[in-house]
Nanobody, 122 residues
Framework: LHLVESGGGLVQPGGSLRLSCAAS????????MAWFRQAPGKEREFVAG???????DYADSAKGRFTISRDNAKKTVSLQMNSLQPEDTAAYYC?????????????????WGQGTQVTVSS
């Protein structure tokens, strides 16, 4: 499974961005997908996940602001991010595991994209 993220950029505090992850190579619909992020000097952390059955889970920092969704026909997973704050600045990564849970554990994911940078600054 090959993953390519897009949609990152510079946004002012309080603004919104929509990240997308395009998958290719295998049967996308059986993969649980997740978004992680990594700020400079920090560990890569779970942001949101959506299982292959479309159950969702969010980190506390994302609840109420971010929404993860998937389109199996287009083989994409998206992350709508609203009310962005400077602490959301990070490289955002798409990840996948086969028919697994939307777990926050990085080790559970077998495939990763290259990341897209999100910078929240005035």
């Amino acid at each position: 499974l090959h993953l390519v993220e897009s949609g990152g950029g510079l946004v002012q505090p309080g603004g919104s961005l929509r990240l997308s992850c395009a998958a290719s190579g295998r049967t996308f619909s059986y993969y649980t997908m997740a978004w992680f992020r990594q700020a400079p000097g920090k560990e890569r952390e779970f942001v949101a996940g959506i299982t292959w059955t479309s159950s969702t889970d969010y980190a506390d920092s994302a609840k109420g602001r971010f929404t993860i969704s998937r389109d199996n026909a287009k083989k994409t997973v998206s992350l709508q991010m609203n009310s962005l704050q400077p602490e959301d600045t990070a490289a955002y990564y798409c990840a996948a595991n086969y028919m697994g849970r939307a777990t926050p554990s990085r080790n559970a994911y077998d495939y990763w994209g290259q990341g897209t940078q999100v910078t929240v600054s005035s």
